[in-house]
């Protein structure tokens, strides 16, 4: 857990000189052998305000906990997020244990953030992909290395404890990690407590190596992660268990045959468990059970070939998939039976794809060319559950096969200090298992449930994407975009002859295709050194999202910003920060939307090194929303409000 740096690469470049640049975006999350937190805002943070620090994510809020990620304004069946490019599905339908939430910063290396088809390595997408990659020592020659660290945050008397003990040599690296954080309900600004949103969880890792040969290494890991007693206060059910272990075998090789090198494969397993909970709330209309499990096996082996000017990266990868999650509704009239329902019947998923990349050097430029071939086929494998599903549609099969498919261009060209980028793709998804076979699932933003259509047709979309840098001496100023046309766009839509199955629902919704949808994403990026050891930023996002009709698309994000000052000189670390939006004038009230209000909050923090003997203290102190500021934004869920003023404390020692 170490610093954060978005862009993360320091790049002294002689004069002529040509790096290729995608249109992709690094958190770095650690760096070992270093102890340096001064750029980053909170060390001790979550994984979720990570990924909400970078210009393209943003996270879907239900409470304190769990917040799902979106990027370019689409959301988890959209996007592939992988842990150390393993698939991973969570097993909540309502996406309340999104991937992000089974790992912690401590596991962590970096997050690679990759917009649109730049993301078809990890799997297929639409909006893009986030790569968690784990931190590793990697053979290093450092011995024996460990720490501890501890932090509290005042607002909803959060308290964090962990450790890491890692030993390496070049022969074998063994790496451990454990850390617990327990929270209570959090304060709005203002002073207003915001039930239900309390937390308890703990994630141990244990990752390790052992050379073979010198150039050849097994590397095997293995995640539990662990929480209990979560409040979802725009939920109106709260989780009593969320629980995942992850597990991998790799074989890495250097030198393959011919000219193929960098040669890595891998075997993992994950399960994960998830159970709603509604027996803490008050006023419950009838009490519901809802657990769910998602089981997933799969593999990857890829490779790389440089010859002349080409640079190939070839992957084949697969997962298969298990998804089951049920609903008991149990009567307050102690005469009448309960009622059972799959909501997820039982969907086995199994998806086999091809991914072939091409960077070509173009004496002056780059072209990088990249395509997957896909196949996937899912079935329900409960009778029960299909029965259930062809109530509404009689003539469904038990299977459905999908072809998948990507290709994607993007050329880049330096004329000093100039950086230009543009780029075009298309990409193909299938239905997400809720949007195929979910039955009667409650969606409390709209207050509607929901039911899946197996004969979806796959979702289409093109992408055209440009990006522009300048970059001399103490300042670089960028301006980036992108473009999605995408063609049989999911979405629910209401059919009035169905009737509800959640008490006081409005309605039910069906998944169906639109004819078509537009979202566009630009911003805008600033980065100036003041004096050495001060830097200023500034950052600008605009994002537009309509259907076929000109109808605004829910979730869209108004006008967004941010600036901030930062200074280090190594021991001592501060920063001033600001961010806030505009109203959230395109919204769309058939989706429970409404005008969000325009917001400014500003935070400070202030860090210290201090060295023992060899070994190394780290304290920081920070104030977030200065002015305990009432506010929420486009993505909180039924415009839960955020968190008001925050005094947060972390202590690190390090043992090297």
Partial sequence: MFPLYIGAQELVLPQDSIIRINLDEVILISARKTLDYNKQPKPLSSLDEYLESSKKVDMVKRGAYAWEPTLNNMYSERLSVTIDGMRIFGACTDKMDPITSYVDVSNLSKAHIASGQQGAEHGTTIGGAINLELDKSNFRDTGLEGNLETGFESNNEMNVVGGQLNYSNSKYFVDTDIIYRKAGNYYAGGGEEVSFSQFEKYNFSALGGYKIADDKALIASFIFDEA???????????????????????????????????????????????????????????????????????????????????????????????????????????????MFMLTWPDVRTANTGVYVEDELDLNGSFLKLATRMTVQNQKVADEFGLNSLRIFYPEMEKSKTRFLKSISGQWHKMWMPWHFNVGLSYGDRAPSVSEGYGFYLFNSFDNHDYIGDPELDNEKSVEANTKISWEKSKFKFTAEANYFHITDYIIGDIDPSLSVMTIGAEGVKVYKNLEYANLFNASLEMKYGLLEHLNWNAVLSYHRGTDNEGGNLPFMSPITYGSGLQFDNRSISAAFQVKGAGKQRNYNPNFGEDETAAYTVYSVTLGKTFAINNDAVYAKFGVENIFDTYYSTYTDWKNIPRMGRNFFLTLTYSIN
Avoid: C
Avoid at 240 to 249: G, K, P, T
């Fill in 228 to 338: 209990r007693d979560i409040g979802y206060p725009a939920l109106t059910m709260d989780v009593s268990l969320a629980r995942a272990m992850i597990a991998s075998l790799g074989y890495e090789q250097d030198e393959l045959w011919g000219s193929l090198t960098n040669w890595k494969s891998k075997l993992y397993f994950n399960t994960v468990t998830h159970v709603m909970d509604d027996t803490k709330r008050p006023d419950v209309a009838i009490h519901m059970d809802m657990p769910g499990w998602s089981d997933t096996y799969g593999y990857f082996s890829e490779a790389q070939l440089k010859k002349e000017k080409h640079s190939f990266l070839f992957k084949l990868d697969g997962y298969y998939n298990r998804s089951y999650a049920e609903m008991t509704m149990y009567p307050n009239d102690p005469d009448e039976l309960p």
